[in-house]
Structures are given as C-alpha cells and as structure tokens.
C-alpha cells in the first residue's frame, strides 16, 4: 500500500488549495478514505472521510462549510478541496486508509496559512 500526497502549499487568509492523494495497492472505492491534519504542538486529528464509492463524507466541525472531500475511482485518486482558508488550518496533511486492521500513511503535505 502506498499514498501520495500534493497539492500544499503557502496561501492567504481567505484563499484556496487542493490536496490530491494517489492510492497504490489496495482496492481504492472499498475502502473509507480520510485526510487527517497535524499542527505544530498538537496531536493529528481527522479533517474528513470518504465512504460508500462517495456516497457518505463527514467532516470535523471546524471544517465543515469550507472544505470538500471527493475521490475519482478511475485514477484512485482522493481529494480535499479547501476553502476559505484561516491561519488555524496550518499544518501537515495526511492521506490515510485502513486496509485489514492496518493504518497506512501518505509522507504529508504542508499547508500553511498567512498573510
């Protein structure tokens, strides 16, 4: 199993980015699909997760309304789509799956928001 991250980046208060998450390995649309975060001193918490070939997302509460989780089962690919970005939302961002009993990680992808 291997994950692949891109897409960070530095960005203003206010602007946008989308991370992509190439999966290898596995059965892609089998599986829930989660992008987590980690921000300095703290510990990594989950932003949101893709279910059911799309057909259920969910989202932490701080997230929720501004950004948008998707994936493309033909190029095994998900997505973050992030918007109206806040200084809060700095830090590292993960792409997971868990494939029988196992978390697989991507290397991450920094995200940083500032003026």
């Known amino acids: 199993v291997q994950l692949v991250e891109s897409g960070g980046g530095l960005v203003q208060p206010g602007g946008s980015l989308r991370l992509s998450c190439a999966a290898y390995?596995?059965?892609?649309?089998?599986?829930?699909m989660s992008w987590y975060r980690q921000a300095p001193g703290k510990e990594r918490e989950l932003v949101a997760r893709?279910?059911?070939?799309?057909?259920?997302?969910n989202y932490v509460d701080s997230v929720k309304g501004r950004f948008f989780i998707s994936g493309d089962n033909a190029k095994n690919t998900v997505y973050l789509q992030m918007n109206s970005l806040k200084p809060e939302d700095t830090g590292v961002y993960y792409c997971?799956?868990?494939?029988?009993?196992?978390?697989?990680w991507g290397q991450g992808t920094q995200v940083t928001v500032s003026s």
């Open positions: 390995g596995f059965p892609f649309r089998s599986y829930p």
């Open positions: 893709i279910m059911g070939a799309g057909a259920i997302t």
């Open positions: 997971n799956v868990r494939y029988r009993n196992s978390d697989y």
